[in-house]
């Protein structure tokens, strides 16, 4: 993590705005630049990416992978007819 101060403030400070940030949006801060100005402090920061995995409904179920899917049922998942709105669909929709 990386924690910028202009200004004049104690590095204890910088800590409390940096568990500040954290509890409000339970997520660890990456970068934090404070920016202080007498009784103001300007907070930009950034927070840690969090890792977003897909989940599709397949066949009746809701699944992020089909790694551990049998043969049988990834035969029918291949099998399946795929729907989709190509260009030449929406032409003809609007």
Known sequence: MSVTITGNADPREAQAYVEYLENKFNRKVSKLDINIDGEFADLSYELEH?????????????????????????????????????????????
């Open 50 to 94: 969090v890792p977003f995995e897909r989940i599709r409904r397949i066949t009746g179920y809701l699944v992020g992978t089909m790694d551990h899917w049998n043969d049988a049922k990834s035969a029918e998942e291949r099998d399946r007819v795929k729907h989709s709105l190509g260009n030449s669909e929406m032409e003809s929709i609007s």
